[in-house]
């Protein structure tokens, strides 16, 4: 997506090896109007695959998701990732590895949430590893239900990510995929 | 707003003394359709104050403050509460005491995202002691700007944050007032 590229080249930067900060419009400040283009985007692409519940995970993942599920017309279900006071009962869980924070934490979503018969267009801000997306795709079939594809704004492709995903047979669209970057110089695939 | 109370009431439960979950369409679930009412709903209490942005706090304020600023055509800020990997530098920080949590943390914002000449509209799912909101007025005034109000979805009406944030000089507009509550019957104001 031409137009993606431009506004991470524009307004994102790159710190150290492996960081790319988009907190201008992705991250931590969110530019609504742009994400609603990105969720368009992903309802072209995924507009054929029947798809009944959209799942991402907190915190970055849940205004991305909510612009698509605009077009969709259909709920989001962002996955728990944080400790909640509230204890999760009667929860699908999926443990994920924070290759970041070398540290391992689990992802809850409610069995309310995920039936048999979903569809379910999972979604996220980055794909590096791909654990967490992993982590997402085996709480879905925990469920019994199935995974019509995963949705990313921006991929790491020099990370291990989408072949993790893909392994898993399921369909792997990313809006901006970087190659490889540095300082001042972000190149695309 | 009536049709946020029966939401309330048809698809929430009360756990315990002071537990509201609305899990089914703002805090897990987030029935998006339903959320562009209440972003709608903001954009008419608020649009004569001129605003220029709308802070949330990460996680579950991110979906409502996102519904809003389609109507408002302004970016989101989400305020950080949760450790992060990469170093906060160069933020506003105000810690915030969590009484279900029995501890405090820190939220962040990044000082390039609140300027000193901003009208800045805080929206946030609940209110209830009020330390959270405090916690984003502090950090907007730290920053030199000005506070142009305070959105809720849902406020207890029974804990003390509405006079927390009033005694602070600030507008304060809840969509739904809880008066009383427990298991099967909610009492709005």
Redesign the interface.
């Known amino acids: 997506m031409k137009l993606l590229e431009e506004k991470i080249r524009k307004e994102g930067y790159v ?1 150290g090896k492996d ?1 790319l ?1 988009v ?3 992705l991250n ?6 742009f ?2 283009k990105i969720g368009e985007e992903f309802h072209r692409l995924f507009k054929e695959e029947g798809i009944t519940r959209i799942l991402t995970i ?2 970055s993942g ?2 991305v998701a ?2 698509a ?2 077009y969709f ?6 996955a ?1 990732k ?1 400790p909640s ?2 204890p999760d009962n009667d929860v699908y869980q999926s443990e994920v590895y ?1 290759f ?2 070398k540290t391992s934490y689990n992802i809850r ?2 069995k ?2 995920i039936k048999e018969n979903d569809r379910v267009l999972i979604i996220d801000d980055f794909l590096a590893n791909g654990k967490a997306a992993a982590g997402l795709v085996d709480v879905v079939r925990q469920a019994g239900a199935t995974v019509a594809g995963v949705g990313i704004v921006i991929e790491k492709g020099f990370q291990p990510g989408r072949k993790t995903i893909e392994d898993m047979g399921i369909r792997v669209e990313s809006l901006a995929i970087v190659e490889s970057m540095e300082t001042g110089n972000i190149i695309f695939k």
């Open positions: 710190l960081i900060k907190d201008a419009f931590h400040q969110v530019d609504v109007e994400m609603e907190e915190a849940i205004a909510c612009m599920s605009r017309k259909l709920p989001v279900v962002y728990k944080y006071y509230v924070s970041t924070k979503v409610s309310k949430y």
